[in-house]
């Protein structure tokens, strides 16, 4: 069946945190020893992780994890938690890196977003973006003017359920008025991501590698699905 609509994943997918040299910078532990690159990538990898469970934590932060894509007072809690949990000492650095994380100006796009977003809406292609998230990410596309492109936000602290849920899922294919036999997925993990096949979709699995690192990742996953992206 061909493909009418493709799904997107956001972080590690389109967009990636951390990029920028500043990321990180003044972070110091409790013996007034500043954080290793090593230490800032660890907590970095903390803070974006599809799945998983990195910390452990009391009653409350363990609800809070567990529903922390559902709801942004919980999705702080957990956050600021895992941050001090992972060697951040003091509230107001944890909460710095919290802000940075929320805010979508701070996300740099793949290199290959653009040229993807363009052909496969020049294509005729629907666009939506699914994500595990409780904060509104549209800023990253319109200060971009990438917006246009996008058919459909499928945000989990909007949409009430969170990948693998089908219900994400299901929910987007409605807003798109899609079959599922007729979409693609295409996301950094195949345990969240991968939830999409359940309903019938088709999945693409791309690596959350640094952007200098993945320059053609999303052209390349789609043009194993049988797409012809300008480059």
Not at 38 to 51: C, H, N, Q, Y
């Amino acid at each position: 069946m061909t493909i009418e609509a493709v799904l997107f994943d956001y972080s590690g997918t389109l967009f990636r945190l951390g990029e920028s040299q500043a990321w990180g910078d003044g972070l110091v532990a409790a013996d007034g020893r500043a954080f290793d690159l090593d230490e800032k990538t660890e907590i970095l990898r903390r803070m974006t992780a599809p799945v998983g469970q990195l910390v452990e934590f009391d009653a409350e932060g363990q609800h809070a994890w567990e529903n922390r894509d559902l709801d942004p007072k919980l999705h702080r809690h957990a956050y600021l938690e895992v941050l001090r949990k992972s060697g951040v000492p003091t509230d107001d650095q944890a909460a710095l890196l919290y802000d940075h994380m929320v805010d979508p100006t701070s996300w740099t796009p793949y290199p290959d977003v653009e040229a993807v977003l363009t052909s496969l809406a020049a294509q005729g292609l629907q666009i939506a973006l699914v994500s595990n998230i409780a904060f509104d990410v549209r800023a990253a596309f319109t200060a971009r003017n990438w917006d246009r492109y996008i058919d459909a936000f499928a945000l989990s602290f909007e949409i009430g359920a969170m990948k693998p849920d089908q219900r994400i899922f299901a929910a987007t294919l409605d807003k798109l008025g899609v079959d599922p036999e007729s979409a693609l997925m295409v996301g950094d993990s195949a345990e969240a991501d991968g939830g999409a096949t359940a309903l019938g979709c088709r999945f693409a699995l791309v690596d959350p590698l640094p952007t200098w690192e993945r320059p053609t990742g999303l052209i390349d996953a789609l043009q194993e699905h049988g797409f012809t992206i300008d480059r």
